[in-house]
């Protein structure tokens, strides 16, 4: 049997996994938007902690010190657009 501290820290490492699930899901969402912003050269209007989890999850990358999207988050996106029913 599980003491209540290993299932505090169970509950806890439940609760941090699925705000880190529901995060990674907000800024899938907010990808595309997030290209646009930058193709329009308004990078200053997307939230800085998000620029570094998209950084993190290897979607966006710094280069020559501007912001581009990565492969990954080019597939992130082409997965968000929805496909046009046949």
Same mark, same amino acid.
């Given at each position: 049997?599980?003491?209540?501290? !290993?299932? !505090? #820290?169970?509950?806890?490492?439940? *609760?941090?996994?699925?705000?880190? @699930?529901?995060?990674? %899901?907000? *800024?899938?969402? @907010?990808?595309?938007?997030? &290209? %646009? *912003?930058? #193709?329009?050269? #308004?990078?200053?209007?997307?939230? $800085?902690?998000?620029? $570094?989890?998209?950084?993190?999850? =290897?979607? *966006?990358?710094?280069? /020559? /010190? /501007?912001?581009?999207?990565?492969?990954? /988050?080019? =597939? &992130?996106?082409? !997965?968000? &657009?929805?496909?046009?029913? &046949?």
């Amino acid at each position: 049997m599980a003491s209540t501290s !290993q299932q !505090q #820290q169970q509950t806890r490492a439940a *609760l941090k996994a699925a705000d880190a @699930a529901e995060r990674r %899901e907000r *800024l899938r969402r @907010a990808l595309p938007a997030t &290209v %646009e *912003l930058l #193709q329009s050269r #308004q990078a200053d209007r997307i939230d $800085d902690a998000d620029i $570094d989890a998209y950084v993190s999850l =290897n979607w *966006l990358e710094w280069h /020559g /010190g /501007g912001l581009r999207l990565t492969i990954t /988050g080019r =597939n &992130v996106c082409a !997965q968000s &657009v929805p496909t046009a029913l &046949v």
